[in-house]
Each structure stands twice: as structure tokens, then as C-alpha cells.
């Protein structure tokens, strides 16, 4: 304690104070801090300004009153408001009314309260008296309008841009399930989480970030069901930041990760509304970001992304244990071809050997090369197909996979084998439904492939151990990343590798720690009523008239 | 106060402490057991298990007297700093030189049975860096790792066993309790000796969770240690006859070259290396955090982590410098009984008759402060 | 010989560079003289029996400090 009192800043902390007092707003304080000024021509001026006569906004003066004594300004950006709207609810009233009624006619000393309260019809309108809070509004699509006289302005939402309707997700393909998916505005995608879940307990909490983008961000939750400590750290998470801007979650993602170093995703993202409703009812917290489809669902552990949301949907008992096996081929399977044909061609049954022996003739490099040859191949190729224009993507998928693998075999660089390997390794790689998780994968692939090559199999079991101990020592917001497995909660396995019917799953996961376990009632198994139903009274006859019945009993069950 | 943050679970517990026991005894005590006992060697199993109950009740007074101290924590506030700190330097030394014969242990394994070639030097430095990395993440950390990876070795290597059941012959069990005494007795403290590589425990103790599961711990870690050890030694006598088996170094690793599923399944038995690799890993990991921290408590550091890369480099230069070559590995096994017996058994004692003199001496005070405690805890 | 000494001695470094500043930023001096000692004698050691110099076998003096107890167990040797 007291060496900290003798030196009372860090150099680090020192860095800061000087970073600190170069970071500035773009606009200088003093601008933004000033109040609305009576004067109509000095506001529609700083307006200009402000916006250096940039193209894109519009100032429009005008007169109105009974004898046009009154002098208005509307300014708002083109692009950003629906026109339409405006001219109907906000221009129309007052071009074309002079009066409200008998008792109240437009006078420059009352016109600003006649027009906020009788004239303006539109639902949602906003009085400002400061320019920075006006001028964020106008930019957020709202329309400034001064009148003559009055320190206030009004700002009428009449937001309304060119938007991408709702379509089926691009990302996260599936056979059985809604098919919407998130669009590129904030409202848009949080009434689509609303129609899913008809709670007023659910919150949409926002924030905005970013000096120069000003983006919003919603934190979403349900009230009563999440664990309160996490909203509070994930919102202060986003307060902390302080950067120029979010153009994607992915920003933001990068920001309130809790390892910085670590090729493992820590938060699920997805395009899908009824996904974000899914995890809002386990009691998760779900990020939404204007400007973008992608949402970010906290807090998250690896299993997850070893879901899809189609399991929940379509029961398949198989998939989850083909996709635990998919994790394991794509990770190892090359690196074990390289281990078993370098060091331990014992250890290949005969037959296989000798195949593989002869496949291997005449290759030149040995096989680590080999193998890196191949999978930077298949990578080249993969990343290629998701930059290139669809249609020659496609193409370039077929090109790469028959004619590449099927030259470079026949001219002796590499073996048939190998094809295979990564042919298969491909393959299983897409069985991961979370793309970065996949893609993280498939990066580890390479630092195993090499130990492989220089220490055979001991290489490939200490690969995998570190890589198991980084997982271990992740944690996304707090909850161990490996969570159910381990630290072991052997209850939740039954969501883990397989999916256990509806009816089993009564409690919510207990990472997140929801203050309502609870899920759902217990003991709802279904199962075959003991008298079939409208048969009751039958019951007695039955014996007699086995034959006869067999026919009506099929019809009725 | 302690310098370790985190907390484990009792499976945790219970499982780091059995795979710290049982990683180096797999790969040679079936061997040297049946030189000393043949096929009498499941008697010493009993006893040096008997034994390892008793010692582990040490132990877990111990740790349940001092419930949020380590061992070199309270035997500096039993002994006094500075003898204390003696006996905290001890205690990391012992470790210290124990993880490096466990590590050449295990490279010499990997050396002779997967790749002939390599230089020992190299499997050296891979497992010292692999488990510097698990040190330096935390106790926590590879206390979960090891909580997926032991049972899963377990359950492979049972699998092992019961794959290989059609193929012995339990006739080489026949003349029983042939061996002399004093031959049991050797290969009883063979084994005693590895048990009492779980003093380790006394290190992480008050990193536990629910402190008052001591004795559970010490338990289940005797249970599943005799299941597995019975169940390994029974199996390579059964297979092989006890004579074969003194011939083996590694018979373990034999008995799953014997395996053979539905005849095509062949040539599994380089997952018993992994599953060695595993094992040995995690224990060299347990060690060497034991070490590391047993030091920094003893010197009065704040952190442990700094130690750990430069350890890392003495660790596996102690792996290369303790052995001159493979016979001394075999004789060290004659010093381990009276190695640890009298380093680790001594210090666990001495701690446990101090203790008991102070609480008789200062009677209900110290009574009155294990309540208080428990209450806190 | 010589790549294993350049090995050794940039790992030391490497280390060094790693740790020291984090401890100095800390404030930690205890720490870093700990830190050091043991990095110098890793360091030491390592070169030591790179260079083959005659480190004496620390288990050679365990066998004849416990051969004593060791014979209680094994008379016959």
C-alpha cells in the first residue's frame, strides 16, 4: 500500500491521461453544447455549417399564419426520412391551416405550442433545446424544425430509408424452421424478437457507440428470467468502449470478448430471430447492432456451437454425435495421415500400408509437405469461392475440387490418399454449424499438422492437450468455456452430445445462473392414453366383437 | 490468503490426485511387482492400499485443520518463518526433483516404444513446455482438463483390459501367497511410495471448493486407485504368467498389443501411448505447480506464475541431468520407498505431532478457532 | 552444440522479456529478484550441461544418503 501512495501513477497510466487529451469529439464542444438560438436565421446558418453544405440535406424555409408572418425552417437529411410522411403530417397542417380554431389563430407569440400540440399529427415528435442533441437527432432521420422566434425546436420522427426486406438468413442454413432473418435496421429485427416472445418483461436496453457513427446498440434480455449480474457486465462492457466506430458486431465483439488472444469465438452470432428469442428465454443476453443482421448472444460456450437451431426443431439423435465426430476428424485427421505414414508405418494395418505405400511412390516432398500442400490448396479455394461473385464461385468449387486434386495426383506432387484426407476433412468441416467456430477449427488443423511432421503422434496428443487447455481456459462473460462438460455438470450432457426431447429438458442451463430454473412442468412425457379416447364406454363390448371393431378402431385412432 | 485464486471441485480433486498416483505407476510397477511378489502381487495392492487409506487420513486432518492455508502456509505459521520456510523449500526441492525423474520417466517411454530416433532431449522439452503452459493458466485450468481427460483414459485403458480377458489363462494365479514376507513387504512400500505422491494435495487444498470433503476425497482416490491397479496387475499376470511379466518393461503397453477387434481392428495400442501421454502430462503439471507454488509461498512472493518459465527450464535440465541412463531409472525405484517415505512421509508427520501437541496444549483455543473457521468457511 | 546454446540463451531471454516487464509494471521487486535468481540459475544449468561440463548426478547422492534405509528393504544387495 504504501509504495503506491510514493508513486501514485503507472507509466501506463500516464500514457492515458496523454492519449486522453488528444482524443477529441470531431465537433468542438462548444457547438454542440449551445442552446437553440430565437433567431431562425442564425440556426438555419449553423445548421449549413455544420453540414458544410453537404448534398444530401435539406433546408426549407417557409411562411405561414394567416397573414404568412410566421417564418419556419424544416431541415432534414434526404435519404433518411420518408418524404411522404412528412409532407402529409408535418407540411400539409400547416400550409393549408392558417387557424387552429375560432379561439386559438397563429400568432408568432404562440405559434410554437399551436403547432407541437394542434398541428403536427405525426406519433412521435420530440422537443430539443440544444443544437448537439438536435443535430443527432437529424442524422438519426428525425426532421429539425425551427420556427422563428423560439429557443425550442421540434423534431418530428418521420425516419423512413430504403431498407432490405426480411429474408431467409444466408449464414445459417436448415431444412425445418422459420425462415426470417434478421435485417440491416435495429427496429426492424427487435419487433421481429418481440412476436416471438409476448413479455413486457422483455428489454430492449440501447446505447449508442462510436465518437463518429454514433451506432445504436440494443442489449436485449427478460427481465425475471436472465441473471441480472450479466446484463450489468455485458452494458458495462459496451459503456467502456470508446472508439470511432461500429460498423458491424464484429466490433463490438472484438471489444467485450473476455480473452483477447484466442482463435476461438467467445460470443454466437446469428442472422435468426427465433435463435435470439431461444437463448433471450434461457436467460442469455443478446446484443443487436443497427447496421447490421448479425447479433451477438452472450454469454456462450463451445457446445453451442455444436447446435443448430434445427435440432430443436427436427429431433435427429444422430447429428450432434456426427458433428463431435467432425470436430475430431477435421482436427486430426491429417495430421494423424502424416504421423502414421512418417514415423509409425507399423501401426497401418498391411494391406492399407502397402497401398498407401504405392500411392506414395514418386511423390516428392514428404508427407507433412504434402499435406500442407493440399490443405493450403483446399483453404485457397474455400476462401476464394466465399470472395467471388456466386455464379463463378460455383465454377470455381468444382474446378478446384475435381480438376486441382485429380491433376496434381496424376502428375505424381501428391497422393491419392491425401486427396482423400482433405476431400474429407472439407467435408466435415462445414458439419460445424457456427461458421467462426468452423473456421477456428480448421485453423488449429495446421499447428497440429506440423507437430505431427516433426514429433509423429506425440506431437498430435501434445497438440490436442494445449489445445484443450486454452479451451479450458477460456470464458466467455464469466462461464467456462468447456462449460457442461467440464467443469462437469453431468445433467446438461443431455443437451450436449445429443438432444433429449422437449419434455426431458424441465431446467434451464445453470451456467447462466437465471434466477427461474425452471423451464417448464415436470413429468410431461407422452404417452398412449390407458382407454382410447371416444372408446370408453365400449370398453365392455370390446371382447366380444374383436373382428367387427378392428376396422372402426383404425378408423378412429 | 493464499496465492491461488481458484477453486476445483471434489471430482476434481479426486481425480488430479488419482491421476498423479496412477500416470507413472501404470508404466512400471506391474513389471517390478512381479519380480518381487510374481503372482502374489494383488496382495500387496491391499496392503500398500490399506496403507494409503491410513497415510491419506494424515493428510486430510491436516488439510481439514488448516482449511484455507496450504502446507507450506501453515508450517510457516506452526514452525515459525524461517523453519517454515525450510520446510516449504523442501517440499518444492522434492517435487521438483521428482517431476524430473517423472518427465524422464516418460520421455524415455516415448523414446523406446514410439520413435527410436529422437533424441530424448526433445520429448523432454515438449512435455516441459506443454505442461508450463497448463501451470502457467492455473490450478483450475488443468484441473477441468484433467477432469475430461482422466476418466476418458480410464474407461480406454479398462477397456483395454477387458478386451484382453479371452486370451489369459488364470491358471498362473495358482500357487498363492507363495512369496515370502519380506518379499511383499518391498513390493508393498514399492507402491506406498506412489501413494504417497498424494501429499500434492496438501498444496491445493484450500483451493477446494467445500473443504470439509476431505475424507471422501481420500476415499474415492483409494478406491479408484485399487480398482485400477488390481485390475491392471491381474490383467498382464493373467496374460502373460508372472515370470513373462518381470521380463516386460512395459507390460501394460504389451497387454494392448495383444488386442485385437473383430480381426481387423488391429495395432491399437498407440492409444495407450496417448493415453500415457495424457496422463503423464497432467501429473508432470501437478508437480510442477506444486513446486512453483510451494517456492513462491516460501520466498513471499504474490504470484507463482513468474516461476514458471525459468522452473521450466531447470525441470527439464534435472530430466536430463538425473539419470545417467536407463538401469539407474530401474534401481531409482529401489530409493523412491525410502526417498519418499522419509522426505514427504516425514514432513506430513512432523506437521500432524506439532499440530497435535499445540491443540493439547492450548486445548479448547484451538477448538474454539477450527469452529470459527468451519463457520467462515 | 552451438545452436543449442543460442537456443538456450535466447529462450532465456525471450523469457526475461516476457516476464520483467509485467513485474516492473507491478511494482513487484521481491518478485523480480526472485525471478531473476532462478532464471540465471536455469539459464546456468542448462549451459552447463550443454557445454558437458561435470554437473555432478543429483541422484547419485540420494542413493548414498538413503542407501542406508534402502538396505532394510533390500538386504541382498
Known amino acids: ?534 372408446r370408453e364406454t365400449e370398453a365392455v363390448i370390446e371382447d366380444g366383437c374383436q373382428k367387427n371393431c378392428a376396422g372402426g378402431n383404425r378408423g378412429s385412432g | 490468503m493464499g496465492i491461488e485464486q481458484g477453486k476445483i471441485s471434489r471430482r476434481q480433486a479426486v481425480f488430479l490426485v488419482t491421476n498423479t498416483i496412477l500416470a507413472t505407476m501404470v508404466l512400471y510397477v506391474p513389471s517390478l511387482l512381479a519380480q518381487e511378489t510374481g503372482q502374489d502381487a494383488w496382495v500387496t495392492v491391499v496392503l500398500a492400499g490399506a496403507g494409503g487409506v491410513l497415510y491419506g487420513a494424515i493428510v486430510v486432518f491436516l488439510g481439514a485443520r488448516y482449511p484455507d492455508k496450504n502446507l507450506v502456509e501453515y508450517s510457516m505459521e506452526l514452525l515459525g518463518p524461517w523453519a517454515g520456510r525450510a520446510v516449504g523449500m523442501i517440499f518444492g526441492l522434492f517435487f521438483l526433483y521428482l517431476n524430473g525423474a517423472v518427465i524422464r520417466e516418460f520421455s524415455e517411454l516415448l523414446v523406446s516404444l514410439v520413435m527410436p530416433e529422437t533424441p530424448l532431449v526433445v520429448f523432454d522439452t515438449l512435455i516441459v513446455s506443454l505442461a508450463a503452459y497448463g501451470v502457467y493458466l492455473g490450478l483450475e485450468v488443468f484441473a477441468r482438463v484433467n477432469e475430461i481427460l482422466f476418466p476418458t483414459a480410464l474407461f480406454i485403458s479398462m477397456g483395454f483390459i477387458a478386451l484382453a480377458i479371452p486370451e489369459m489363462e488364470f491358471y498362473h494365479f495358482k500357487p498363492a501367497l507363495v512369496h515370502s514376507l519380506p518379499a511383499l513387504l518391498r513390493g508393498s512400500a514399492l507402491l506406498f511410495s506412489f501413494y504417497l505422491e498424494g501429499t500434492a494435495l496438501l498444496m491445493f487444498y484450500p483451493a477446494l471448493r467445500r473443504p470439509e470433503e476431505g475424507r471422501a476425497i481420500s476415499y474415492q482416490v483409494g478406491f479408484l486407485l485399487a480398482i485400477a491397479l488390481l485390475a491392471d496387475i491381474l490383467g498382464v499376470i493373467a496374460l502373460f504368467g508372472p515370470e513373462e511379466t518381470a521380463r516386460l518393461i512395459f507390460p501394460t503397453f504389451e497387454l494392448a498389443k495383444t488386442v485385437h477387434l473383430g480381426g481387423f481392428v488391429e495395432r491399437i495400442e498407440s492409444l495407450i501411448i496417448g493415453i500415457w501421454i495424457t496422463m503423464g502430462g497432467l501429473k508432470v503439471m501437478v508437480f510442477y505447480y506444486v513446486s512453483v507454488l510451494a517456492f513462491a509461498e516460501s520466498w513471499g512472493l504474490r504470484d507463482y506464475r513468474l516461476l514458471v518459465l525459468p522452473m521450466g527450464i531447470i525441470l527439464a535440465s534435472l530430466a536430463v541431468l538425473e539419470f545417467a541412463d536407463t538401469n539407474q531409472i530401474r534401481s531409482f525405484f529401489r530409493y523412491m520407498p525410502a526417498f519418499t517415505v522419509t522426505v514427504l512421509g516425514g514432513i506430513t508427520a512432523f506437521l500432524y505431532l506439532i499440530t497435535l501437541i499445540r491443540a493439547k496444549r492450548t486445548g479448547g483455543k484451538t477448538d474454539k478457532d477450527d469452529k470459527n473457521k468451519k463457520k467462515a468457511s | 552444440m552451438f545452436w543449442n546454446l543460442l537456443l538456450v540463451i535466447l529462450l532465456g531471454v525471450g523469457i526475461a522479456l516476457y516476464e520483467v516487464p509485467k513485474l516492473l509494471n507491478r511494482q513487484m521487486r521481491r518478485e523480480l529478484i526472485a525471478f531473476s535468481g532462478v532464471l540465471l540459475l536455469a539459464v546456468a544449468l542448462a549451459v552447463a550441461l550443454i557445454l558437458r561440463l561435470p554437473v555432478p548426478n543429483p541422484t547419485r547422492g540420494l542413493e548414498i544418503l538413503l542407501g542406508p534405509l534402502t538396505r532394510l528393504l533390500y538386504p541382498a544387495s
Open chain 1, 1 to 534: 500500500m504504501l509504495r503506491k501512495v510514493r508513486k501514485p501513477l503507472k507509466p501506463s497510466e500516464l500514457k492515458m491521461r496523454k492519449i486522453n487529451a488528444r482524443l477529441q469529439e470531431l465537433q468542438p464542444k462548444e457547438v454542440l453544447e449551445q442552446p437553440i438560438s430565437p433567431d431562425l436565421d442564425y440556426n438555419v446558418k449553423l445548421m449549413k455549417e455544420l453540414f458544410g453544405n453537404s448534398s444530401d440535406l435539406v433546408v426549407r424555409e417557409f411562411h405561414f399564419g394567416s397573414d404568412k408572418e410566421i417564418r419556419v425552417a424544416l431541415i432534414f437529411i434526404d435519404g433518411l426520412v420518408d418524404k411522404i410522411s412528412l409532407s402529409e403530417a408535418v407540411l400539409k397542417p400547416l400550409l393549408y391551416r392558417t387557424i387552429v380554431d375560432e379561439e386559438r389563430k397563429l400568432l408568432p407569440g404562440n405559434a410554437f405550442e399551436l403547432i407541437r400540440d394542434w398541428l403536427i399529427t405525426f406519433a412521435s415528435t420530440k422537443e430539443v433545446d440544444k443544437m448537439g442533441d438536435l443535430l443527432d437527432l437529424v442524422l438519426a432521420g428525425f426532421a429539425a424544425f425551427f420556427v422563428d422566434g423560439f429557443e425550442y425546436a421540434l423534431a418530428p420522427e418521420v425516419k423512413g430509408w430504403k431498407d432490405r426486406s426480411i429474408e431467409e438468413p444466408k449464414t445459417e442454413s436448415f431444412v425445418r424452421g422459420p425462415r426470417d432473418g434478421f435485417t440491416e435496421t435495429l427496429r426492424t429485427n427487435t419487433a421481429l424478437i418481440r412476436r416471438r416472445i409476448r413479455t413486457p418483461r422483455l428489454r430492449f436496453d440501447i446505447y449508442q457507440v462510436g465518437r463518429v457513427t454514433k451506432t445504436d446498440i440494443c442489449v436485449a434480455y427478460i427481465d425475471g428470467l436472465v441473471n441480472p449480474a450479466t446484463v450489468d457486465e455485458v452494458k458495462r462492457r459496451i459503456e467502456s468502449i470508446d472508439t470511432d466506430s461500429i460498423l458491424e458486431s464484429g466490433y463490438l465483439e472484438d471489444f467485450i470478448k473476455d480473452n483477447a488472444w484466442t482463435p476461438f469465438t467467445l460470443l454466437d452470432r446469428t442472422e435468426r430471430p427465433d435463435k435470439v428469442a431461444a437463448a433471450l428465454i434461457e436467460g442469455r443476453v443478446a446484443i443487436l447492432v443497427d447496421t447490421t443482421p448479425f447479433a451477438l448472444i452472450v454469454p456462450a460456450v463451445f457446445t453451442e456451437f455444436l447446435q443448430s437451431t434445427e435440432d430443436y426443431y427436427e429431433w435427429s439423435e444422430s447429428a450432434r454425435s456426427l458433428r463431435w465426430l467432425a470436430i475430431l476428424i477435421t482436427l486430426t485427421f491429417p495430421s494423424l495421415y502424416v504421423a502414421l505414414t512418417t514415423f509409425h508405418q507399423e501401426m497401418i494395418p498391411v494391406g492399407l500400408a502397402l497401398s498407401m505405400a504405392a500411392g506414395r511412390e514418386g511423390v516428392p516432398f514428404p508427407a507433412v509437405i504434402e499435406a500442407l500442400i493440399m490443405e493450403v490448396t483446399f483453404d485457397l479455394l474455400r476462401e476464394a469461392g466465399t470472395r467471388m461473385p456466386r455464379s463463378v464461385g460455383q465454377t470455381l468449387g468444382v474446378v478446384g475440387a475435381i480438376v486441382l486434386g485429380q491433376a496434381a495426383v496424376m502428375a505424381g506432387i501428391v497422393s491419392p490418399f491425401i486427396v482423400i484426407v482433405v476431400a474429407l476433412t472439407a467435408v466435415t468441416s462445414f458439419l460445424i454449424p457456427n461458421y467462426s467456430a468452423s473456421l477456428t477449427i480448421r485453423l488449429l488443423r495446421y499447428p497440429i499438422l506440423i507437430l505431427a511432421g516433426m514429433f509423429g503422434l506425440v506431437g498430435v496428443f501434445l497438440g490436442l492437450m494445449a489445445i484443450l487447455l486454452h479451451m479450458a481456459s477460456l470464458r466467455s462473460f464469466g462461464v467456462p468455456y468447456l462449460y457442461p462438460i467440464t467443469p462437469a455438470v453431468p445433467a446438461e450432457w443431455k443437451d450436449v452430445f445429443y438432444r433429449a426431447p422437449w419434455w426431458k429438458m424441465d431446467l434451464r442451463p445453470l451456467l447462466l445462473r437465471s434466477p427461474n430454473r425452471r423451464r417448464q412442468a415436470p413429468g410431461q412425457r407422452p404417452e398412449p392414453p390407458p382407454v382410447r379416447p371416444g
